[in-house]
């Protein structure tokens, strides 16, 4: 179950941005990702959950065990909190979504159209559906984002627990959430900007 | 698969979901259609089995750009695409699910609207069975063109371009059937090419969407 990241290079609209990422995720760990905006954080998430291929290097252990968090939740507008929920525990052959509902505080939105919510409460809804995929790696890109500072806490207890449970997390963040994981700065691993060929070249 | 199934019909009944969308088209072309080529009963009844037939393909073209496009702006594909599900289980399902909420209530109301257009009593069973057998290539088809187009932002117009051409062999021998089951001859050779082509889209087009999926998920 320890995600294994070996000389790991991504490429985004076909430029390489990151080079030579190695580093392991073993079960009960947070692994915290940092770096400025635009440095290749999502990129990189990306690659690990399969959703691109990588430019060099491999990652293994990832199949089948990742629950993966995009910057878009992935919510249905039209359906309601549960009916959302129900979904994603579905495809993934999980059954009960009441840890998740009151984990995130959603109790009282159950029945609400998540179109109806607002953003936080959207936020805490699609951070509600990795409790429901029950997969052990969790790849967070940005977490965070439009939570307030309750649950903001109330989401790191949930990580927490996770890791506890013996799970792991991939997580992409700016904030400091209070975990006692790693800290991965992805800084040095820029990629340098491909070479110019003589041709090119010629012209600048 | 039964939950991706079950959710996109639900999506498709509620609130702007689109169910109805084509059958309200496909019911105001036709009725359009006399209105403009003029209250002539031979001449209605010889062209009816083709106007039924352009304009159920027409109302299909309409919904397809929601197969793929809403799921891939909320970021429901690139979940769905991490999920235990293949892409070929996911685009598959969802061309099943195009199918019943557009090209099934096309197909069963085709026979009703043929009252509006004098369509001869013998050829009520041929344009229900051709429409039925057409009209699964015609989803699984939309679907991989959905596919192409689905990072493009306002990729409507680009996906009719594309699918049009491909939907021309379905049209084809679809109409061919159903007016030669108007005019009782043999309607043998259009059917089993027709059968052949949605056969033959069911069972490769799956695999080339979720290629040029995984491509445009990059």
Redesign the interface.
Known sequence: MTLTVSDLSVARGGLPVLEGLSFDLPAGVALILRGPNGIGKTTLL?TI?????PLKGTVSGAE?Q??????????????TVV?NLI??A????HTGIEEAIESFNLTALRDRPAGALSAGQKRRLGLA?MLVTGRPIWILDEPTVSLDTDHVRQFADVVRRHLEGGGSALIATHIDLGLEGTVLNVGPFKAAPPPIDDFDGGFL | MIALLLRDLKLAMRAGGGFGLGLSFFLIVTVMVPFAVGPETELLSRIAPGVLWIGALLACLLSLDRILALDWEDGSLDLLATAPLPLEAIVTIKSLAHWITTGLPLVLIAPVLGVLLHLPASAYLWIFVSLLLGTPALSVIGTFGAALTVGLKRGGLLLSLLVLPLYVPTLIFGAEMARRGASGLSIETPMLLLAGISAASVALLPFASAAVLRINLR
């Open positions: 990306r959950a399969g959703l691109q291929p089948d990742i629950a993966y968090a995009a910057h878009a939740d992935g919510i249905k507008p039209t359906l009916e979904f994603w579905n495809v993934f052959d559906r």
